[in-house]
């Protein structure tokens, strides 16, 4: 009886997916494919996570780990991303104003994720929608970082940030921030998403490391900078 | 993440794919366009 239960929805889910794939595949079949050299440029947030051994990625809303310049993978083996039929590859809005309005969304929502803005180029297959991209290889050409200490966001007030740490703030606090399982389980020990933070709230364990956009920038080997004032989303809210 | 209708499709590549590195390449050829000098003095 509980096997039923859980067994159908799954079964209706899977039906539903079948069919949209095939609608999909249909749509993006009437486009014939534009050759260029031209990339396109695109704008998106993700968290910045940085290692213990100072190695850095990028956990995307819809990849979990990716680096500086990455090919997209998909779950499904025989899936090519971006899969005509499927969800995979690297999205990007054409607009930089909406990767902030969803940065600003998200940063009140969740402020202990602190999420960065990418600027990003698209190449390799990409499908153009009407306010975005997704595509197979991105390279991402500039970092920046909201200059908003995530301890004082929680208490619904802005202060600029001086310093940038990656720790954990207690063991195991990702299990508690990241949405999915395979998200939390991507995030390993020792790693944390970087969080500006002003100097009342740097912690003042030794073993915690502050890092500069200098330090961020050898790090990424790409550029990092502060979101300037006034696009700053909790500045223009506050 | 919606992104609203599908508009088009791209394929694009980086200019080094393009390039073909391997490609051989003879610098000894004569070119179609090219004279040979001529050695008399021009009349005046």
Known sequence: MSLTVLALPLFARWLAETAQRQGRRRTWHAFAPQASLDAFRGYKIAQLIIAEDDTAWFAGVTSLRYGVDTLAKCRRRSCRPPGLDCRCGFYAFRDRSEALHVLGGLGGRHPARSYVLLTVDLDGAVLEYESGFRAQRQRVLRVEIPDACVRCLRGGTVTSAVTFMAHPQFRGEQLLYERTLLARMALPAGSAPMRPLCEAHVPESSDSRKLDLAALRRLLTTEVALLPDAETPFKTTA | ?44
Do not use: N, W
Request: hydrophobic share 35%; aromatic share 0%.
């Open chain 2, 1 to 44: 993440m919606d992104l609203g209708r599908p508009v088009a499709r791209h394929l694009i590549r980086r200019p080094h794919e393009v390039i073909d590195l391997d490609a051989e390449v003879t610098l000894d050829e004569p070119v179609a366009d090219e004279q040979e000098l001529s050695t008399e003095t021009p009349e005046r």
